[in-house]
C-alpha cells in the first residue's frame, strides 16, 4: 500500500508565499516522477510541476517563475515552493507519484487526497 500525504495549505493574501509538502509512504520498490496538479473549483485538473529523480523539473505555463518543485529522493518527499500567489492559484493541490511497488512491475500513478490553498485579492 502506497500513501501520499500534503501539508502546507492553507490562506494567504495575493503577493504571498506558501509550501507545500508530500511524503510518500508504505512499501514499495521505487519512486519515479513526482509532482502536483490542481483543480480549481468548476474548472478541469492542471499540471503544476513534476520532477524526476534526477531533479529534471517541468512546469504549468501558469505557475512558471513563480513556483519551484524540488524533492529529497531519501525522505521520499516532494515540496512546492509557490511565491507571488494570485487569486488565481486557488486550488486543492494533489501530490502525484509514480510508483513502482515491486522490482520489474509497472510504475503506477498515486495521489494523495489534496490540500486547499486560497489565494485573496
Known amino acids: 500500500q502506497v500513501e501520499l500525504v500534503e501539508s502546507g495549505g492553507g490562506s494567504v493574501q495575493a503577493g504571498g508565499s506558501l509550501r507545500l509538502s508530500c511524503a510518500a509512504s508504505?512499501?514499495?520498490?521505487?519512486?519515479?516522477?513526482m509532482g502536483w496538479d490542481r483543480q480549481a473549483p468548476g474548472k478541469q485538473r492542471e499540471l503544476v510541476a513534476t520532477?524526476?529523480?534526477?531533479?529534471?523539473?517541468n512546469y504549468g505555463d501558469s505557475v512558471k517563475g513563480r513556483f519551484t518543485i524540488s524533492r529529497d529522493n531519501n525522505k521520499n518527499t516532494v515540496y512546492l515552493t509557490m511565491n507571488n500567489l494570485k487569486p488565481e492559484d486557488t486550488a486543492v493541490y494533489y501530490c502525484?507519484?509514480?510508483?513502482?511497488?515491486?522490482?520489474?512491475?509497472?510504475?503506477?500513478?498515486?495521489w494523495g487526497q489534496g490540500t486547499q490553498v486560497t489565494v485573496s485579492s
Open positions: 502525484l507519484g509514480a510508483v513502482t511497488t515491486t522490482y520489474g512491475s509497472p510504475q503506477n500513478h498515486y
Open positions: 508504505g512499501s514499495f520498490f521505487e519512486i519515479g516522477a
Open positions: 520532477i524526476t529523480p534526477f531533479r529534471t523539473t
